[in-house]
């Protein structure tokens, strides 16, 4: 990493495990600044004492409005300002769409996609005053692929994907840049304990339903892609002078949306008449 590392306060959501945990661990042995929140803060504590001057463990329940002020307050005043902030704090849900309950679909939204956005809105008048930042928000590459058994947590990755572009182009004449990280499976917590599977099976189901509860029992510890490199093509991006967009991570993900794309440009084109042919007729 460039020297730039050690100049950068961060601030991560959802660090108890995961991507959050490992990313606010690196970023802190490169010599840069860390606020590390959690639900427990507990669980970040071991963070702040190892590295007293530059790190911060605060409690953040994301969809609690009260905590995201309150940690923005004091990450601001801890270390002066924010340079980075990554909205990683999310979980998936297992289950067709009319199998999982709004009981269990409902807290995956508020967290996914209303706890960013509150996040995200809450440091922007400071990103804005500053002239410049980054902001990461963790997608999936379900946010660009849709799969059966996994509808509401795609419709909650494909809701951060339409927030970030229009974040991403009225962010950019102020300096701030915004990046969007699709990682396709990791050896992560998403398949432990950070996944909910819901409680109803429908047998007419069982074909799209019985794959993912399958996948979320038996992949977990199994999956390609690497943690670790993950993080560091994370700290990679905030380095570069030319951020991406979108960021895809792993093997798993490029092949899953080259597939998409192919058959997008295939359906696209086989039913291009019928589309050119909704317009007026020219002239009219």
Same mark, same amino acid.
């Given at each position: 990493?460039?020297?730039?590392?050690?100049?950068?306060?961060?601030?991560?959501?959802?660090?108890?495990?995961?991507?959050?945990?490992?990313?606010?661990?690196?970023?802190?042995?490169?010599?840069?600044?860390?606020? %590390?929140?959690?639900?427990?803060?507990?669980?970040?504590?071991?963070?702040?004492?190892?590295?007293?001057?530059?790190?911060?463990?605060?409690?953040?329940?994301?969809?609690? %409005?009260?905590?995201?002020?309150?940690?923005?307050?004091?990450?601001?005043?801890?270390?002066?300002?924010?340079?980075?902030?990554?909205?990683?704090?999310?979980?998936?849900l297992a289950g067709t769409i009319e199998?999982a309950t709004e009981e269990e679909f409902?807290?995956?939204?508020?967290?996914?996609?209303?706890?960013?956005?509150?996040?995200?809105? %809450?440091?922007?008048?400071?990103?804005?005053?500053?002239?410049?930042?980054?902001?990461?928000?963790?997608?999936?590459?379900?946010?660009?692929?849709?799969?059966?058994?996994?509808?509401?947590?795609? %419709?909650?990755?494909?809701?951060?994907?339409?927030?970030?572009?229009?974040?991403?182009?009225?962010?950019?004449?102020?300096?701030?840049?915004?990046?969007?990280?699709?990682?396709?499976?990791?050896?992560?917590?998403?398949?432990?304990?950070?996944?909910?599977?819901?409680?109803?099976?429908?047998?007419?189901?069982?074909?799209?339903?019985?794959?993912?509860?399958?996948?979320?029992?038996?992949?977990?510890?199994?999956?390609?892609?690497?943690?670790?490199?993950?993080?560091?093509?994370?700290?990679?991006?905030?380095?570069?002078?030319?951020?991406?967009?979108?960021?895809?991570?792993?093997?798993?993900?490029?092949?899953?949306?080259?597939?998409?794309?192919?058959?997008?440009?295939?359906?696209?084109?086989?039913?291009?008449?019928?589309?050119?042919?909704?317009?007026?007729?020219?002239?009219?």
């Amino acid at each position: 990493m460039s020297a730039d590392t050690t100049t950068r306060t961060w601030f991560i959501t959802g660090c108890s495990a995961g991507f959050g945990r490992l990313l606010a661990e690196e970023v802190l042995k490169a010599g840069g600044r860390v606020v %590390a929140t959690a639900r427990k803060p507990e669980q970040v504590a071991d963070l702040e004492a190892r590295y007293p001057d530059r790190a911060r463990a605060l409690r953040l329940d994301v969809t609690d %409005a009260g905590q995201v002020e309150a940690a923005v307050t004091l990450a601001i005043a801890q270390f002066g300002q924010v340079d980075v902030l990554v909205n990683n704090a999310g979980y998936g849900l297992a289950g067709t769409i009319e199998e999982a309950t709004e009981e269990e679909f409902r807290p995956m939204f508020e967290t996914n996609v209303f706890g960013l956005i509150q996040v995200t809105r %809450a440091f922007l008048p400071h990103l804005r005053a500053q002239r410049s930042g980054h902001i990461l928000n963790l997608s999936s590459i379900g946010g660009l692929v849709s799969t059966p058994g996994m509808g509401y947590y795609n %419709a909650t990755k494909f809701a951060v994907e339409g927030l970030s572009e229009a974040l991403a182009a009225e962010l950019a004449p102020l300096g701030i840049r915004v990046t969007l990280i699709e990682p396709g499976p990791f050896r992560t917590e998403f398949l432990g304990r950070s996944g909910v599977v819901a409680a109803q099976q429908i047998e007419d189901y069982e074909a799209a339903s019985k794959g993912i509860r399958r996948y979320f029992a038996e992949q977990n510890g199994r999956q390609k892609g690497d943690p670790l490199r993950a993080v560091h093509a994370m700290m990679q991006v905030v380095e570069s002078p030319e951020p991406p967009l979108r960021l895809l991570l792993g093997s798993v993900a490029l092949e899953r949306l080259h597939g998409k794309l192919a058959r997008l440009q295939q359906e696209v084109t086989t039913w291009e008449a019928v589309t050119r042919g909704a317009d007026f007729p020219e002239g009219e």
